[in-house]
């Protein structure tokens, strides 16, 4: 009997450790991001291309601009699956009504992404875009005041 209250007791303790809050993951990615590098299916995106993309977040929304291209959405997180994962809902823009699966982790000075593309069912598993998988490996970086 002994054992089953200590089993008890310690499945109790395990439920009950902290899990990051959704919301508070969420103010992490909160305000406006540049692009310091952008890795689509092992290929580096242009410098000059990189240099055009921004993304920007307010609560669960984010808006995504390239030049003359625009895309608003939403943001859904889990970081309590390993490694985090990230659903951007596409709400407008050339991908409208399309899911982009992927996962992402924070760093000191910004915030790595790996995304399928828009549409596709399975999410990436590892920080990894190769050639064979499509995927994008994006790292965002805080946009400075002058940027």
């Not at 902290?18 to 242009?46: C, I, N, R």
């Not at 959405?73 to 309590?80: E, F, N, R, S, Y």
């Not at 828009?118 to 940027?147: S, V, W």
């Amino acid at each position: 009997m002994r054992r089953f209250a200590l089993l008890a007791v310690t499945l109790g303790l395990v439920a009950a450790a902290p899990v990051p809050e959704k919301k508070d993951e969420l103010k992490k990615f909160a305000g406006d991001w540049v692009f310091a590098s952008w890795e689509q299916a092992g290929q580096q995106l242009p410098e000059e291309n990189l240099s055009q993309a921004k993304w920007s977040v307010k609560g669960n929304k984010y808006t995504f601009e390239m030049g003359p291209n625009k895309e608003e959405g939403t943001i859904k997180l889990d970081p309590a699956k390993k490694p985090a994962t990230i659903d951007l809902t596409i709400t407008s823009g050339s991908d409208k009504g399309k899911e982009q699966l992927g996962i992402y982790r924070v760093e000191r000075d910004g915030i790595v992404f790996c995304l399928a593309r828009p549409g596709d069912k399975e999410r990436p598993t590892a920080f990894a875009a190769k050639d064979d998988n499509g995927h994008m490996l994006l790292t965002i970086k805080r946009a400075k005041k002058d940027d």
